[in-house]
T-cell receptor, first 115, second 111 residues
């Protein structure tokens, strides 16, 4: 069964703590993306990676970090520098073939809450 | 840069009513266009797409036509159901760049 998995579904962070959100895909896609969604709001791009060992900042990268050591994995770390991390985090992937017109698929999301 | 503008909600309709959610885009070249749907607490699911002018995407009774002359990709459904209640996102992509999303439109269908 091909798709994108995100874990955990819910994550709790204490003040000053770093937490890491997992995103794994078995679609053989080169490009992966992290978005943040606040209640009643649209999607904001945090980071993206178009190929292994390379990634770029999105619109709201401050307070976040990523790595892309394997094609199928793109973990997102929410650092203590991110002062308002409570949000719904969505991971997505896409094949950049055909000039980037391939469909982008999303994982089920991780809801991060601050204790 | 590229952008997508969609009508802001919320939109509230009675069951079996006709639905239109407007979406317009600005882009250099000819982007591919998408509609995604998000049910409460879930990720986004692709609803339909169109990759070139005059293409019509359709799925589950929803339709949208790629109109280059008006740079639009309006979502329509002839008869909505309560189960269609969700947030709908219009998006465009023009190359190996991240998708550009609209802000989303919340649809509520009441019985």
């Amino acid at each position: 069964d091909g798709g994108i998995t995100q874990s955990p579904k819910y994550l709790f962070r204490k003040e000053g703590q770093n937490v890491t959100l997992s995103c794994e895909q078995n679609l053989n896609h080169d490009a992966m993306y992290w978005y943040r969604q606040d209640p009643g709001q649209g999607l904001r791009l945090i980071y993206y990676s178009q190929i292994v060992n390379d990634f770029q900042k999105g619109d709201i990268a401050e307070g976040y970090s990523v790595s892309r050591e394997k094609k199928e994995s793109f973990p997102l770390t929410v650092t203590s520098a991110q002062k308002n991390p409570t949000a719904f985090y969505l991971c997505a992937s896409r094949s950049p073939s055909r000039g980037g017109r391939e469909t982008q698929y999303f994982g089920p999301g991780t809801r991060l809450l601050v204790l | 840069g590229d952008s997508v503008t969609q009508m802001e909600g919320p939109v509230t309709l009675s069951e079996e009513a006709f639905l239109t959610i407007n979406c317009t885009y600005t882009a250099t070249g000819y982007p591919s266009l998408f509609w995604y749907v998000q049910y409460p607490g879930e990720g986004l699911q692709l609803l339909l797409k169109a990759t070139k002018a005059d293409d019509k995407g359709s799925n589950k009774g929803f339709e949208a036509t790629y109109r280059k002359e008006t740079t639009s990709f309006h979502l329509e459904k002839g008869s909505v159901q309560v189960s269609d209640s969700a947030v709908y996102f219009c998006a465009s992509v023009g190359g190996n760049t991240p998708l550009v999303f609209g802000k989303g439109t919340r649809l509520s269908v009441i019985a």
